[in-house]
C-alpha cells in the first residue's frame, strides 16, 4: 500500500522559508511532485524530480525560490521554499507519479498525502 505523508506547513511572514517534508512508502523508483491548492483554485503543479533526482522541473511562479531534492535512502522528498510571499498561501500536496521523468502533468500522478497548510502573511 502507497502512503505518503507531509509535514513542515506553518505560518510564516513573507519573505520567510520553510521546508517541507513528504515521507514515502510503498513505491519506489518514481517520479515524485510537490502541488498546491489556494481556496476556490484549482491543484497547480509546484515541482517534480526524477527517481534519481537527476532531473527536476519547477513552476515559473516558484523557479529561483523553491528547490525539491530527494533522498532516496529514506524515500523522502522536500520543498525548500524560500522569499516566501502571501500568494504562495495554499495546501501543499505532495504526490507520487505514474512516469519515471520529473511530470508537471496532475493526470499522471495517481497517489496523494493529504496536504499540508502554508499561509504567508504580508
Known amino acids: 500500500q502507497v502512503q505518503l505523508v507531509e509535514s513542515g506547513g506553518g505560518l510564516v511572514q513573507a519573505g520567510d522559508s520553510l521546508r517541507l517534508s513528504c515521507a514515502a512508502s510503498?513505491?519506489?523508483?518514481?517520479?515524485m511532485g510537490w502541488f498546491r491548492q489556494a481556496p476556490g483554485k484549482e491543484r497547480e503543479f509546484v515541482a517534480a524530480?526524477?527517481?534519481?533526482?537527476?532531473?527536476?522541473s519547477y513552476a515559473d511562479a516558484v523557479k529561483g525560490r523553491f528547490t525539491i531534492s530527494r533522498d532516496n535512502a529514506k524515500n523522502t522528498v522536500y520543498l525548500q521554499m524560500n522569499s516566501l510571499k502571501p500568494e504562495d498561501t495554499a495546501v501543499y500536496y505532495c504526490a507520487i507519479a505514474n512516469v519515471g521523468y520529473a511530470s508537471s502533468w496532475l493526470s499522471e500522478y495517481d497517489y496523494w498525502g493529504q496536504g499540508t497548510q502554508v499561509t504567508v502573511s504580508s
Open positions: 510503498g513505491r519506489t523508483f518514481s517520479a
Open positions: 524530480i526524477r527517481w534519481s533526482g537527476a532531473r527536476t
